[in-house]
C-alpha cells in the first residue's frame, strides 16, 4: 500500500518525540520542510517509508538529541538498553569528533 508524502504526518510524528522538549512549532515546520526537500529532491514518484524515516534521523538530532532518540528508539525498534547505549555514545564520538575533541585532551 502506498500514500502520498505528507509534511503534516512527518511534523506530528517528530512532535510527539518532542513532547516536554524545548522545540517550537517553527522548528518542527522547518525540520518537516527540511524532511519534504530532501525527499523530492531524489527525484522518485514513491519512496519507501523507512527512506522518509531516515530523512527525518539527520535533521531531528541536529534540533533535540533526547526527541532524536525517543524517534529513533520507536524508529528502529530499539530493544535494550544496549541499544540505547549504543546510539547515545555514537552521539558522543560524533559531538566530539565536530568539537575536535580527542579523550586525551578531557584530562
Known sequence: MTEPFSRDKVVAGVRRACQGRPVGEDSLA???????EAIRAKGV???????????????LRELDEVAYLRFASVYRGFESLADFEAEIEQLKAEKDSAQGVVKGDLQ
Open 30 to 36: 522547518q525540520l518537516g520542510q527540511q524532511v519534504e
Open 45 to 59: 514518484a514513491e519512496i519507501p517509508s523507512n527512506e522518509v524515516g531516515l530523512a527525518i534521523l539527520g535533521p
